[in-house]
């Protein structure tokens, strides 16, 4: 499990191994966008402000995995104990 922290709310939530960050991000916002969920689509495409996101996804290119400014968090997890995020 990690933490994926709200930056505009400073909302701090726990993701546990069986649920994805869209999926527990969906408790505290409701109205996020989504499609596919599976990572192709680039719908739930979100910045990442501080922490190390491991990329699951098919759309980002290694330059972008690096630089891993955004990230989709339907499929991504965190390789940081958390991740922050500009939601
Ligand atoms: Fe399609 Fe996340 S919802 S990439």
């Known amino acids: 499990a990690f933490e994926v922290e709200l930056a505009r709310t400073g909302e701090v939530l726990e993701v ?3 649920r994805s960050i869209l999926d527990v991000v969906r408790d505290a916002r409701p109205d996020i966008l989504s ?6 689509c680039g719908t739930c495409e979100t910045k990442v402000l501080a922490g190390d996101p491991e990329h699951r996804d098919t759309i980002l290119t290694e330059a972008d995995r ?16 958390r991740l922050v995020l500009d939601l």
């Open 66 to 81: 690096e630089r891993g400014a955004t990230m989709m968090i339907c499929v991504g997890r965190s390789r940081s104990p």
């Open 35 to 40: 499609s596919c969920e599976e990572g192709f």
């Open 16 to 18: 546990p191994g069986d």
